[in-house]
Each structure stands twice: as structure tokens, then as C-alpha cells.
């Protein structure tokens, strides 16, 4: 397998450090708010990486936190407290909120069969964890006591940029409006490890440490829960491209000066799903999230599919025609399995599997590349030399890294989505019609046509016909 690094900025193969276990970890939700769309391809990204390690023989023990304390709005560690945040809007405790986040999350992500990690720890569970590593910082000079917090100095690790690959200037920190510099620091971007009530009056997740009352910084959980769950040598660390600095960037410094040595190997990030004119955001714009899409009639595997066509190292710009045109090409899917399905026939042919479960795998061994592991499953439907069988044995067998629900859509439901898609479009064009918007109104009937739907205005009112 071979895997981009954003240590080495490089295509590396992958060599775990125990053959027969990798270990993974996956940056969970900070529980303030649903997620966004944008976060859940991050998700579905860690999920066909996890699923597809298992399908080249490796057995993977993956750990996700839930960060329900810690993380403010700047990356920085600074700003407001996101928990705090959340708590305010919707004026319930930072308790609450964490729960209702954390159950929607999984709501969320088991509708996209993305497996829930084998390990999910909240962050506030392992406050020892943390108060162990930052004593040990202390100790070994690392780390320092500043106007009531515990920071780390940079200053005392050499190649403190090295994932981000960006020089200190560029990533200068202060440049927001909402964001102050904290004067007592040594270096802009010494990170908090601990702070004290002194920082947020109105925190009320708070614990007792060596250093007065108070809670952890947010990079510290990641480095705690993963070496607390997976020991001294880490194979992967997950997240979105927004992680690699300053959170992974800190990950490294404070886990290998506690350590003494290296830690994890392979630093794996996946490139962001974007609005058209702006960053994806909670409070900007729609806030898109899988409900929102839901609502508007579209399955939620289809935004799986929407994601899998284009490679996790790729920008990918959300539009709804651009899920539209994902809808239909999953629904045709679906379709051509159901026909095979139909008429189901012959023995499952061995060499024939072996062929294309090998070509399956190299898409996917090239820094998984899912966009032609699904032209090889496409390769399997048309390929007139396979029976029924045997293609259906190789369906199922890439579903179990795909994970689109191949064999298990019912017809029925296919049917509705069609119909509802088409009664969409009909709408669309009435109100064209209304609006004398002849030009629109054809537009529409032609796309529908193209699609192989007619549709006919009679005095009941507009009917269709789908040829099939
Ligand atoms: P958060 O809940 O903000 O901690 O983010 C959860 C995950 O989503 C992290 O791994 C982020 O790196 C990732 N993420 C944030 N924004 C986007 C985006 N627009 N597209 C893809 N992933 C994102
Ligand atoms: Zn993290």
C-alpha cells in the first residue's frame, strides 16, 4: 500500500511497525454543533482507510476522541471556548450539549456507514492522562508555568514545522480580529497545555491539577487518548488538511518530548469539501449539514458516493447539481445490481475474482485512490465474459470497503428517489412556466428527457413515463 505522507511530503509504502496490527487515529467531533458536510467527508475518508487496510490483510485498531472540552474558536488557543459557545446558544449546559452532539454525530456518520472507531474516548475522561504528561513536560523542561497556565516551548524542539512545511512568519498568529495574543507566552505559538479558571470565569468543566483548577488544552487529549489506547508507536494519525497546524503540529512536539523518541509514522490528511465562494462553516451560509440534505430528498449514501468519486488529497467544491448528477449515477448503480441481481446464475468463477479483486486492491494501493476502485467495479457490471454470480460475488466483496449498500437497496426505494427527483423537476418547471420562463421550462423537459423521462402537460396536470 502506499500512502501520502504529510511528514515526508511524499508517496510512501506503508510498513507499519507491527505487521500483524495497525494502529490508527482519527481526530474526532468537537461536540458544539452538528457536523457539517465538510467534516463527514473527513469521516468517510478515515472509514475507506481503515476498511481498506482490513481488505489487504491487516487487522487495524483505530481510536477517535470526542473533544467535549478545550477547543476554542482560533485553533491558536484563543478565542472563545467552542463548548462554551455551543452551551450559550442553546442555553443548556456544556454536559448537555456534549451529549446531544455526540449522539447526533454517530446518528450522522452510521446513516453514511462510516463504522464507529473500536475505541471512542471522550476527552474529558482522561484528565489524569493529560495532567501525567504535562508533569512529565515540566520535568523534562519542555513546558513552562505562565499567568496561571502550563504552555509548551516550542523553542526547545528542533523541526517544530516540519509537517506543516510553512515558515513561523507565515503562520503568525494574531492576525484575526478575535484572537489576542497572550502577552505572558515566550513564543506566539507556544500552545497551552493546561489552563486555569483564570482564562474562562464562566468554564465550568473544570478539574483539579498540580497547577490549580482548571482544564487541558486541546491538543494534549489527542496525544493522550492515543498513547494512553495505542501505545508508544503509532502507524496513523488522521484529520483534515485545517489539523496540520497547529493541532498535529503540536501533537508531535509535545507527544515525542515526552516520549524521548518518534511517534507516529504516517501522517494522513484528507482536503477539504468547500462552498463555491467560501470555506465550509457552521455559521456562515447554509449550514449543510446530512439532515439538511435528507430533507431535500437525497439519500445519504448518495453523498457517500458524491465523496468516493473524487480522491481524499483533492479539493472538492459542494453544489447541489453536483450532487444531483452523483444521485443519478448511484441510482443507475443500484439499478444495474438490481438487474444482476435479478437473474442471479452460473458458478462464481475464481480466476476470474482473482483478476479483479488484485485491481480493485491496486486503486486502492495507490494512495487509495476510490475513484478507480469504482471504475473497476463498473468494469465488473459491464464485462459480458462474467455471469451473475461471480459479479455479484465481487459487488459484495468491494462493498465491504465502499460500503455504498450495493446489494441491500431495495427497489422500491430507488423507485421513490426517481419519482421524487422527477416530481422536483416537474415542480421546477411549472414555476418556469408561471414565470414565463418558456427557455427554462424546456431546458428542463430536454434534461429529463436525456435521462430517458417524458413528460406530458395534459389537463390533469403534468405525467411522465420512464423509459427504461
Ligand atoms: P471539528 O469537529 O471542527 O474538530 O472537525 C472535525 C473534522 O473535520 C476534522 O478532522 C477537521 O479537520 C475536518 N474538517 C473541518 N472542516 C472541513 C471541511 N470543510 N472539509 C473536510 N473536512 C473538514
Ligand atoms: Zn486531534
Known sequence: MKLYNTLTKQIEDFIPHNPKQVTMYTCGPTVYHYAHIGNLRTYIFEDVLEKNLEYLG??????????????????????????????????KTVWEIAEIYTKAFFEDTEKLNIRKP???????????????????????????????????????????????????????????????????????HDFGLWFTSSKFENQIMQWDSPWGRGYPGWHIECSGIALKFLGEYLDIHCGGVDNIFPHHTNEIAQS????????????????????????MSKSKGEFLTLSLLEQKGYKPLTYRFFCLQ?????????????????????????????????SAEGEINKEQVFKYQELFKEALRDDLNTSNALTILYDVIKDEELNN???????????????????????????????????????????????????????????????????????????????K
Not at 515525542?256 to 465562494?277: P, V
Not at 428527457?449 to 403534468?462: A, H, Q, R, S, W
Open 118 to 188: 473500536l475505541i471512542v474516548e471522550k476527552a474529558s475522561d482522561h484528565i489524569d492522562q493529560y495532567i501525567k504528561i504535562i508533569s512529565k513536560l515540566l520535568e523534562k523542561g519542555y513546558a513552562y508555568i505562565a499567568n496561571g497556565n502550563v504552555y509548551f516551548d516550542i523553542s526547545k524542539v528542533t523541526n517544530y514545522y516540519q509537517l506543516s512545511e510553512k515558515n513561523k512568519e507565515e503562520l503568525i498568529i494574531g492576525a484575526r480580529e478575535d484572537v489576542e495574543l497572550d502577552v505572558h507566552k515566550r513564543n506566539p
Open 256 to 279: 515525542e518530548s515526552y516520549l524521548g523518541h518518534k511517534w507516529c509514522k504516517y501522517w494522513c490528511h484528507g482536503e477539504h469539501l468547500n462552498n463555491a465562494s467560501e470555506k
Open 389 to 467: 454470480n461471480t459479479k455479484l460475488y465481487l459487488i459484495a466483496d468491494f462493498d465491504s470497503v465502499l460500503s455504498l449498500d450495493l446489494l441491500k437497496e431495495k427497489e422500491e426505494k430507488i423507485e421513490e428517489e426517481l419519482i421524487n427527483y422527477i416530481n422536483g423537476m416537474i415542480e421546477k418547471r411549472n414555476k418556469a412556466k408561471q414565470e414565463k420562463n418558456y427557455k427554462e421550462a424546456d431546458r428542463i423537459r430536454e434534461e429529463l428527457k436525456e435521462k430517458g423521462i417524458i413528460i406530458k402537460d395534459t389537463k390533469e396536470g403534468t405525467i411522465f413515463e420512464i423509459n
Open 310 to 342: 473524487s480522491h481524499y488529497r483533492k479539493q472538492l467544491v459542494f453544489s447541489y447539481e453536483g450532487l444531483d448528477i452523483a444521485s443519478q449515477s448511484y441510482n443507475k448503480l443500484l439499478n444495474k445490481v438490481n438487474n444482476i441481481k435479478k
Open 58 to 91: 491487516y487487522d487495524v485498531k483505530r481510536v477517535m476522541n470526542i473533544t467535549d472540552v478545550g477547543h476554542m474558536t482560533s485553533d491558536a488557543d484563543t478565542g472563545e471556548d467552542k463548548m462554551l459557545k455551543g452551551a450559550k446558544r442553546e442555553n
